[in-house]
């Protein structure tokens, strides 16, 4: 039986957003967890993307602020997505190069919770993708964090992600 063809998609995980006056909730953990897929997704041969988002104010984009936190580390095989929505298919080339890979299913990291990684994976859904969503491996820099967290691991497993922790994740 032919195996499902799979990417790790490392969404946002950029310096400044680790510079917000609110911190990422569990900053750490989460930069583990997210170092510990790439880790083992590059071991299994599985394609790794990682997704950058620009905006007007903040993340500007070829600022400090926009760059790929100092834990990540893009192999020259990596795919690197810049995007300026929600979404990382709104405005890129994501579907494209998932299509060409033959990618069926995507296992989902990264920042923020209710935003870039709820819209990417609702959209995900829509495509007909499988999703896998890593639940301890995605945040927001948000005073209710934790309780974001919680809430969005269980409306999109509800829409259809497969919930999982770092540690269940198989490549």
Not at 109 to 127: E, F, N, P, Q
Not at 137 to 152: G, L, P
């Amino acid at each position: 039986m032919a195996k499902i063809r799979q990417t790790l998609l490392v969404i946002d995980v950029q310096r400044g957003l680790f510079e917000k006056p609110i911190p990422i909730y569990h900053a750490d953990e989460l930069l583990d967890h997210v170092t510990s897929l790439v880790s083992n997704a590059h071991r299994a041969g599985v394609t790794v993307i990682y997704v950058q988002h620009a905006s007007k104010a903040g993340l500007v984009e070829g600022s400090t602020a926009w760059q790929l936190h100092r834990r990540l580390k893009p192999l020259k095989k990596d795919v690197v997505i810049h995007k300026t929505h929600p979404s990382a298919f709104e405005g890129t080339d994501l579907g494209e190069v998932l299509l060409a890979r033959g990618v069926k299913r995507l296992i989902l990291t990264g920042l923020v919770t209710h935003g870039c990684v709820r819209a990417t994976c609702l959209d995900a859904l829509h495509r007909g993708y499988e999703v896998v969503l890593v639940g301890d491996a995605h945040s927001s820099y948000h005073r209710q964090a934790a309780s974001m967290v919680r809430e969005w691991n269980a409306r999109l497993a509800k829409a259809g992600a497969r919930n999982v922790n770092t540690a269940a994740v198989r490549f």
